[in-house]
């Protein structure tokens, strides 16, 4: 267990809304990941973090910002919400070489968010 | 370019047979292969990788998978499937190059008892 929360776990907003999502780690990971699930398209990466304040974009990064302000949170923010980001965010953090998990990332269990 | 293909959206196993999930890739560098297993309404959970070393690797609830890097693939494999190892399983890669990991679109694996 890899220590992930996510927060909310299910969401439904208007279109327009400003919406963050928030993801928690406890085991002072320095990389974590937000990446978003759609049938069809398996997960494509959203942010990446690799410190504090030390972000990247992703693949799908437009209409979504990052934030790092902590070790143990990374926020998603979706400025102002479209029906297109209707989707299950996930966040990872990668895991430790020290115990075999070094390339590996690990999973939260996921936020399902409606754009209505 | 990286690239990952799962060319099987579904796959259905009758309980105790052997089971295949298939998985190949592209990749312009040495290839990092994960495997990775979501139950319903569940994150994604690591089953197996490979990163250098023996071709098969061995890796959780009994499944393994074998590179082969002449064919550009990373088959997932079970000697024998439980109704329990239903779920939809992804393949993911990236090169020795790249940070990002590129993710199959997923294959339902259905186990029929």
């Known amino acids: 267990d890899a220590g992930i929360t996510q927060s909310p776990r299910h969401k439904v907003t208007e279109t327009g809304t400003p919406v963050t999502l928030r993801c928690h780690q406890t085991e002072n990971h320095r990389y974590m990941y937000w990446y978003r699930q759609d049938p069809g398209h398996g997960l494509r990466l959203i942010h990446y973090s690799y410190g504090v304040k030390d972000t990247d974009k992703g693949e799908v990064s437009d209409g979504y910002s990052v934030s790092r302000s902590k070790t143990e949170d990374f926020l998603l923010t979706l400025e102002s919400a479209t029906s297109s980001q209707t989707s299950v965010y996930f966040c990872?953090?990668?895991?430790?070489?020290?115990?075999?998990?070094?390339?590996?990332?690990?999973f939260g269990p996921g936020t399902r968010l409606t754009v209505l | 370019a990286q690239s990952v293909a799962q060319p099987e959206d579904q796959v259905n196993v009758a309980e105790g047979n052997p089971l295949t999930v298939k998985c190949t890739y592209s990749?312009?560098?040495?290839?990092?292969l994960f495997w990775y297993v979501q139950y319903p309404n569940r994150g994604l959970q690591f089953l197996l990788k490979?990163?250098?070393?023996d071709n098969l690797v061995k890796g959780s609830y009994g499944f393994e998978a074998e590179f082969n890097k002449s064919q550009t693939s990373f088959h997932l494999k079970k000697p024998s499937a439980l109704v329990s190892d239903s779920a939809l399983y992804f393949c993911a890669v990236r090169d020795d190059g790249n940070y990002q990991l590129i993710w199959g679109a997923g294959t339902k694996l259905i186990i029929k008892p």
């Open positions: 990749v312009s560098g040495n290839p990092y």
């Open positions: 490979y990163i250098t070393g």
């Open positions: 990872a953090i990668k895991g430790w070489v020290e115990t075999g998990g070094a390339d590996t990332q690990y």
